[in-house]
């Protein structure tokens, strides 16, 4: 079993940025895959960012490549995902998510255990 725990989330305005952490327990935490998914208001989950056991290998949904940035810690059990040059339509909640999966997984039901969930509002 592994437990993830968000922190990071806020309110910013338009252009800000804001860094999003999760810390893992229960786990080897350098076995997992990592990932950042992102839900808004009416909108299905989606896949925003991930990284690989030993954070050589990254992936970036479109709409966030070039201002996101995900790396993890594996010393201190933890990722991160970078947030810069937010827009309103990065409002959403995010959630971290590990995953067993070689490579860097894309797709939800690849991802085997979720944290709660932390509000990101960006405001216009």
């Known amino acids: 079993q592994v437990q993830l725990v968000e922190s990071g989330g806020g309110l910013v305005q338009a252009g800000g940025s804001l860094r999003l952490s999760c810390a893992a327990s229960g786990r080897t935490f350098s076995s997992l895959t990592m990932g950042w998914f992102r839900q808004a208001p009416g909108k299905e989950r989606e896949f925003a960012s991930g990284?690989?056991?030993?954070?050589?290998?990254?992936s970036y949904a479109n709409s966030v490549k070039g201002r996101f940035i995900i790396s993890r810690d594996n010393a201190k059990n933890t990722v991160f995902l970078q947030m810069n040059s937010l827009n309103p339509e990065d409002t959403a909640v995010y959630y971290c998510?590990?995953?067993?999966?070689?490579?860097?997984?894309?797709?939800?039901?690849?991802?085997?255990?979720w944290g709660q969930g932390t509000q990101v509002t960006v405001s216009s």
């Open positions: 990284i690989s056991w030993g954070g050589g290998g990254t």
């Open positions: 998510a590990a995953s067993l999966w070689h490579g860097v997984p894309t797709r939800r039901n690849e991802y085997a255990y």
